[in-house]
T-cell receptor
């Protein structure tokens, strides 16, 4: 079965703190794709990153970084020096084959206060 | 370059009525998928259209139907609305012709309230 678990329902931090959002996935496929999306109150899902299963390199984009570890089936997302504008719901998603649907976790609500 | 656009943004319907939601994919994309997101939940896959045909379907009843037009735009129709159909409906587009794990982009969604 394919499944994505985001164990953290809500996280609250103060501006400039670093925060890590956890994502654990389950799949029997050897080729799969992992995604992170940000959902502000407006509702739109904003694409942040896509990672292919055969590429375990970690990635950094500005204040955002992602740690992909196949050994633990995890794809964690870290925001460095968080800002109020980072407040949103963050979703991790799995696509187990090209062309198939995204399977989402339940999301983590991040609240950053000033 | 326009992203994924959806209409209407918000709508209120009565139980038993029918609703049609519309989506225009991102320029250059050929595949449209629809997702339902209930409050406090992650999006759930409804179905996917490619080359004007339904290619995949999630666990949704036949009351949910769709269509894709030659210009790749799509409609989602829901008949005999139930209170439980109240949700955010998200349209997603991608370029699937290459059959790789392409990036999927979402629109802002249509907020449906059934009363």
């Amino acid at each position: 079965a394919q499944k994505v678990t985001q164990a953290q329902t809500e996280i609250s931090v103060v501006e400039k703190e670093d925060v890590t959002l956890d994502c654990v996935y389950e799949t029997r496929d050897t080729t799969y794709y992992l995604f992170w999306y940000k959902q502000p109150p407006s509702g739109e899902l904003v694409f942040l990153i896509r990672r292919n299963s055969f590429d375990e390199q970690n990635e950094i984009s500005g204040r955002y970084s992602w740690n992909f570890q196949k050994s633990t089936s995890s794809f964690n997302f870290t925001i460095t020096a968080s800002q109020v504008v980072d407040s949103a719901v963050y979703f991790c998603a799995l696509r187990y084959q090209a062309g198939t649907a995204l399977i989402f976790g339940k999301g983590t609500t991040l609240s950053v206060s000033s | 370059d326009a992203g994924v656009t959806q209409s209407p943004t918000h709508l209120i319907k009565t139980r038993g009525q029918q609703v049609t939601l519309r989506c225009s994919p991102k320029s250059g994309h050929d595949t449209v998928s629809w997702y339902q997101q209930a409050l406090g939940q992650g999006p759930q896959f409804i179905f996917q259209y490619y080359e004007e045909e339904e290619r995949q379907r999630g666990n949704f009843p036949d009351r949910f139907s769709g269509h894709q037009f030659p210009n790749y735009s799509s409609e989602l129709n829901v008949n005999a609305l139930l209170l439980g159909d109240s949700a955010l409906y998200l349209c997603a587009s991608s370029l699937e012709a290459s059959r790789s794990g392409n990036t999927i982009y979402f629109g802002e969604g249509s907020w449906l309230t059934v009363v």
